[in-house]
């Protein structure tokens, strides 16, 4: 049987400044070419730990139930939601932009009844709003807001809700998709019991993992269920006695995304984690002053902008979209536009992990400013 | 802050002759290391494209819905079952084995009712038993079954099912997970209205990604359900529109995977499928020739052995899993052991997708004959 023949495709070379995935460092590389080992190899089980003790370092919890889902984000943010909330269960979701949007959408595909509480995009939630639903819906099973909202480049406090929400037998779910790893978490300090984020962001690697964290009153939480969790992939369950000492088969993960997992964590290990906080914030600082000098205007609420994300007004004179096309095709950098609305009005520019270096805040900046 | 140092992992040199993942092409390597680029760079959606007419002549099939999941094996199954089904709903699943017992699991979880049709361990289901619980319920979604159950190594018949399936409004589910790529499946000449699969057996790739296709039939059954599709990941509405000529984003699929998916799927064109099909039916018919010459018994029904993965019972003298252990410690070869109680009985071996050759029989053999 001859079938139609199909060339080799070499992707071209782009400096990733989107809402990710960004550029890998080298030894991201090096790990994805290691040789392939199985899914039960002894081998495998202590690089499995070592993941598991990395990812609480990153997310600042000391919480045994800590572990990447086979997925992307939005695997992760389902099996937060999935293992949590069962048909008919209240959960209250802070809403400011598209993936506060989306918890919503997964919340009510599992038969929960969603409490809304909406804000301008571009600027945070204010917390009191938040306390006062859950006083209105103490039978909330959880309370639920986006850490670093990716959509408009806004950061969320996390303290006080936290606080507040701990007094209580409510859960508080944080997305910490593009946080994680770029911003403290602090998963324990902030009182957070279910987290979730993704790979491809400001851990540095590839997308198609993602890490989540389970605290205690979460899990009796689910200890407690009356149905069974509708999924088996992402059953934390089953995915716990298979991350945990039994190493009881549940999926065939992939090894290799394993090691490069490992790979990325070591990485910021090795820089630390106080000192790629300040990378990410010194490099965010230096874009959002350089985009302001072109004539740019902030989009996100001052005192609360994501150091990893920055979302920017160009001249009213711009073209949006256009530059954006300009910029992939005669330039080969990428930079992302909105959501929804604000698709042709903003631009969301990432500077996440091996890409939050002032170098690429040069490159970016020097061509703007032929188009500015 | 100064953590505790990682020391860089490289993993050993395995010869994967298990269950799968097997190991990869040069040029699977060669793909992974491609520079990264965006989920939305018009760059990827020629590839996109590409994967879902490759996938289209590997499944045997016309169908506009065919395409990957971003998730394992166990994912793909999920999503054919969470799209098919509604609570309430019965499915009639045949199962001899660890997978077919999955479906059943997956099904339970999702609220369906499942009419079980059991089969002994080892031997292929009589199709005309399937047929009658068809009769008996008429009014199952599905029939679901495993085309190649990688537990007992047996190769289940289709077309006659599929056949009678057709008949009805019932709809013909099967698991290609351990099959696709190495085996003829022919979704559309046997009828099959929804079938999943892997990226880590016979198609070649690593894990992480499960192609899946749907039918006309199985997308007006979807197109007429009372309940929404519980999973927001997992939803075919949802992800045809991101596959689709929409692009409409749904989830930050891994650009790099899908660019190796696309060489594994153009390594499978160059040779084409009926090659590929013979070899991996002639290494495997080689393995058993010698596997019965070293004493071994063969494990599955004669006339349904799968050639891509042999399930074998030692002389009787043979500790099962203690070889096991020294073919991985001190030859670098993996094998598989069964699942439940066949786990100290059978080895299972695999000859997948690269490893489909014969310089991989005499490696094992030439090993295993100093120890039966």
Redesign the interface.
Same mark, same amino acid.
């Given at each position: 049987?001859?079938?139609?023949?199909?060339a %080799?495709? &070499?992707?071209?070379?782009?400096l990733?400044l989107?809402p990710?995935?960004?550029?890998?460092h080298p030894r991201i590389?090096q790990a994805?070419?290691?040789?392939?080992?199985?899914?039960?190899?002894?081998?495998?089980f202590p690089?499995m730990d070592?993941i598991q003790?990395?990812l609480r370092?990153v997310f600042g919890t000391q919480n045994p139930v800590t572990f990447p889902i086979?997925?992307?984000?939005?695997?992760g943010?389902?099996a937060c939601l999935?293992n949590v909330l069962e048909p008919g269960d209240s959960v209250i979701v802070g809403i400011t932009g598209y993936f506060g949007d989306?918890i919503k959408?997964?919340a %009510?595909? &599992?038969?929960a009844k969603v409490v809304e509480v909406r804000g301008e995009a571009g600027t945070i939630l204010d917390p009191q709003r938040l306390m006062e639903a859950l006083q209105r819906h103490p039978e909330a099973k959880a309370v639920a807001i986006v850490h670093a909202e990716t959509s408009t480049g806004v950061q969320q406090p996390l303290e006080e809700i936290g606080a507040a929400v701990a007094k209580t037998g409510t859960l508080y779910l944080v997305d910490c998709v593009t946080s994680l790893g770029g911003l403290p978490v602090r998963v324990d300090r902030n009182q957070i019991d279910v987290a979730f984020s993704?790979s491809?962001k400001c851990l540095g690697m590839?997308?198609?993992l993602s890490p989540v964290t389970f605290s205690a009153k979460a899990m009796d939480v689910l200890k407690h269920r009356k149905t069974?969790?509708?999924?088996?992939?992402l059953?934390i369950d089953l995915l716990k006695e298979y991350w945990g000492e039994k190493r009881i088969?549940?999926?065939?993960?992939?090894?290799?995304?394993i090691?490069a997992l490992?790979?990325a964590?070591?990485i910021i290990?090795?820089e630390?984690?106080?000192?790629r906080f300040k990378r990410h914030q010194e490099v965010g600082d230096l874009l959002k002053l350089r985009l302001q000098k072109l004539g740019c205007t902030l989009f996100a609420q001052e005192g609360y902008r994501l150091p990893m994300l920055t979302s920017v007004l160009p001249p009213s004179h711009i073209d949006v979209l256009n530059i954006r096309g300009e910029l992939?095709q005669k330039h080969n950098i990428?930079i992302g536009v909105g959501?929804g609305e604000l698709k042709s009005k903003i631009w969301r520019i990432g500077l996440m992990g091996y890409n939050a270096r002032r170098t690429c805040v040069e490159q970016l900046c020097g061509i703007l400013e032929d188009y500015l």
């Open positions: 049987m001859k079938e139609k023949r199909y %080799e495709f &070499l992707p071209p070379t782009r990733l989107g990710g995935p960004a550029n890998i590389f994805l070419c290691a040789p392939v080992i199985g899914y039960a190899d002894p081998e495998l690089v070592e003790e990395m370092i086979s997925g992307t984000g939005s695997a943010m389902e999935v989306r959408q997964v %009510e595909r &599992l038969g993704c491809q590839l997308s198609g069974p969790v509708s999924s088996f992939y059953s088969y549940h999926h065939t993960l992939s090894t290799t995304y090691c490992r790979e964590l070591r290990m090795e630390g984690l106080e000192q992939l990428e959501f």
